[in-house]
């Protein structure tokens, strides 16, 4: 069974990666560790447990680890920016337990199996630029 885990990037750049968490409005990635836990007063008579407001992250930097991997051992998470063996960049849109789904740009989607050569170079929430 693969690992579910996420990364999320903070408004400071940091970015986290751990278990995912939304509660009301604010979306957290937590730690693994469990040393998150921050005890607030939530209306009523009960504490509301939430993770501290550092963990708080861009919902829209959000993304799934594959449990796939590089060349390189590097974990490949959706939004990731990938280089095939032949020089060629995408970004991952989608995966299974077997494959990921690559966006090679112009309408060109393939599944690829990381074990072809494949490279994460970057991602495309702190380098755009890549995919142009």
Known sequence: ?????????TK???WLYGDLLQV?????IAPSDGDWFDFIPWSGNNVFHLPAAKYVVIPD??????GLYDKNGKEIYFDDIVRDKYGDIGSVIWFSDWSIRVDWGGGDIH??????????????????????
């Open 61 to 66: 930097t959000v993304g799934q680890f594959t």
């Open 24 to 28: 009301a409005n604010e979306v957290f």
């Open 1 to 9: 069974m693969r690992e579910i885990k996420f990364r999320g990037k």
């Open 111 to 132: 599944f690829i199996d990381p074990e072809w050569g494949l490279e994460v170079i970057g991602n495309i929430h702190d380098n755009p630029e890549m995919l142009n």
């Open 12 to 14: 400071n750049g940091e």
